[in-house]
Structures are given as C-alpha cells and as structure tokens.
C-alpha cells in the first residue's frame, strides 16, 4: 500500500475540457442529488443542468457562484474514488478554495456542509465580485528557485500598495507563481511595472475577485453570518490549512478551525507553497494525488516540491526524472494517471 496526501484544487480549474466532469466521473448520485437540492432551493442552476449543458460557457462556467460547486463536487467525487486498500490517504490540503474541499475530505464538514460551506462563499464572493486577481512567475521555464526575483516582486507589490487609492497585495504563494489580488489601479500598475514573460504573463483571471485579502473582509464576515459554527466538526484526517497548519483528528478546535475557515483564509495570503512543503516534510508521501477537475494544478504542486528541495529536487529537469522513474505525482484530471488510483471506475 502506497501513501498519499490528497490536494483539492482551487477555482480556474473547471473548463471547457471538463464539461460533463460529473456525469463521467462522480460516483454518488444520491449525494449529488442532495447538492443539487441545495442548489434549486436557492433558485440556482443544478449541477446537473451545468454539467451536462451542451456548450461551455465562459460567462455561466467560471461565474463564482457556479464554478465553486462545480469544482467542489468534481473534487468530492474524485476523492470518494480512490481505492483507499491500495492507497492510504495520510493528509489533505488544497489551493485557495480547494480548503473547502478539503475539510470535506477530511472529514471536518459532512460531504453536505462542505457543499453547503462551498457554495455560500462562491455565491458571496460572485454578489461581491471585490477586486480582480493576476498571476505571474518569479521562476524561469526550468523551474529553478529564484528568491531573488521573489523578493523584487514583492518589494514591488508593497510599493504600488503604498500609493494612493492602489490596493494590491499577495493573495497566493502558489510554487513557482505570485498570484497577486487588488483594486484596478493597483493590478494596472502592477502590470505595467513589469516585463511579460513566456508569451502570457502577467495574466489576469477571468470572474476571480481579489481572494485572500482584507479586500474581501466583508465577504467573510457575511460568510460567517450565514455558516453556523455547528457546521464544522473534528476532521478525521490531517488538514493542512493556506498557512502551514496542521489539523489533528481528535486534537483541533473546531470554533477555531471555523474561525480561521471564514476569516484568515478569506482576507489572508494563502501559502499554498508552505502547505506543501509541510504536506511532504511531515507526512513524506510516496504520492501526492491531486484530484480533478482540470491538471493547472501540477505545475505549482511540482515547484513548491522544488521549492523545498525535497528528494533534492532543483528543477524541472529533476522533477521529470524522478517522475517518470518512480511516479511522485497522480493528477486524476488525466485519464491515465486517474486509473492508478482508482477502485473499479470504468469510463
């Protein structure tokens, strides 16, 4: 038996190449039943009539308030998937919203709250729609950690966010990307200040709010005001949350894992980066199985692992290497690594 920590992707990742993600994959119709009643109670689309519409759609798909379920249930799905007698599953964390995720996962929201923890924040971060986020690399295309243009970088987001009317400000550490969140002026200034690079960056995110910063303080008090504390229990695996923190079953706070779940976490830099350094120095993994939708992930999964120079790791070259030699990294939103993991899906 081969052990696994599970990572929960974030919004972006349910795109066109994943429309009917669900019909295919989720292996639970009574539980997606139960989302969707969620969903029609709240006048929403059903997952069922977003998933199996005919086209994707830029403009109904990545809409906060649709995409957030969508991604979450994707992920729940392919969790419930694995085949937990020939892996075991020793920690889990996620990207940004992929926390959600993952206190389903988990174990610390019932498969129904996660949904219903996911779904209310997509919908208040859509109403809100506070800010826009960018993203853009401090590393080269070989992957090779450069602290140096790291810590340029910053130096230059805490310079646009000094001036006036300017809000800019780190919202993921996300491996070998910054993924940067603010007001026009301050994402204006900021991509004007630096050089594009690789043909697509500085790249700005289509329907994502300015996420994990103060910005979208009153998304997360309005979060709390309609997530009851009842809603969150001891979770039954390891939970490392966006600073590094570890969750222990039978050993966390449950008001403090709230607290943080709709505070810190909504108006706070999200170290994605640290989460998996800690994922792989505490719990050292033979895999690290990033669940559907979509494969954006595995970039960032590979740099931070880069980043923190486990098994000597120093580029992507290194990365490569070890990955076709003894496979570190499953990433279900691809067929052929999904079957590795799996207990008895036939698509």
């Known amino acids: 038996m081969k052990t696994a920590v599970v990572i929960c992707p974030g919004r972006g990742t349910y795109n066109k190449a994943e429309l009917g993600y669900l019909a295919k994959h989720f292996p639970d119709s009574t539980l997606l039943a139960d989302f969707d009643a969620q969903r029609s109670a709240k006048g929403q689309p059903t997952l069922g009539e977003l998933d199996g519409a005919s ?16 991604i979450y249930a994707a992920t729940l799905g392919d969790f419930l998937s694995i085949d937990r007698e020939q892996v075991e599953i020793v920690a889990v964390t996620g990207n940004s919203m992929g926390w959600y995720s993952a206190l389903a996962c988990g174990g610390a929201l019932s498969p129904q709250n996660g949904f219903r923890v996911a779904n209310t924040m997509g919908v208040l971060m859509q109403d809100a729609l506070i800010g826009g986020q960018l993203i853009y690399p401090f590393v080269c295309e ?12 910053l130096a230059l987001v805490d310079d646009i966010a000094g001036r006036a009317d300017h809000a ?3 919202s993921i550490d996300l491996g070998g990307m910054l993924v940067l969140a603010g007001n026009e002026a301050g994402l204006a200034a900021f991509e004007t200040a630096v050089e594009p690079v690789q043909e697509r960056f500085p790249m700005r995110l289509g329907n994502h709010a300015a996420f994990h910063t103060a910005l979208q303080a009153p998304v997360a008090a309005e979060g709390r005001e309609q997530l009851p504390p009842a809603l969150f229990g001891q979770p039954d695996l390891p939970l490392i949350d966006g600073r590094g923190a570890i969750w222990w079953p039978k050993a966390s706070d449950t008001q403090a894992l709230r607290d943080y779940t709709l505070g810190a976490q909504v108006t706070e830099t999200y170290d994605f980066t640290k989460a998996m350094a800690i994922a792989a120095r505490e719990f050292a993994p033979d895999l690290f199985i990033i669940t559907g939708p979509g494969t954006t992930l595995g970039g960032a999964v590979a740099q931070s692992l880069i980043l923190a120079g486990w098994h000597g790791m120093s580029s992507k070259d290194d990365f490569k290497a070890r990955q076709n030699k003894t496979p570190l ?4 939103g691809m067929q052929e690594q999904r079957q590795t993991v799996l207990k008895g899906e036939t698509s």
């Open 329 to 332: 990294l499953v990433a279900m």
């Open 55 to 70: 086209r994707f759609s830029l403009s109904t798909h990545t809409r906060g308030d649709n995409a957030s379920a969508l």
């Open 142 to 153: 070989d992957w090779r950690p450069n602290p140096e243009n790291r810590a340029k970088l």
């Open 168 to 170: 800019l400000a780190l």
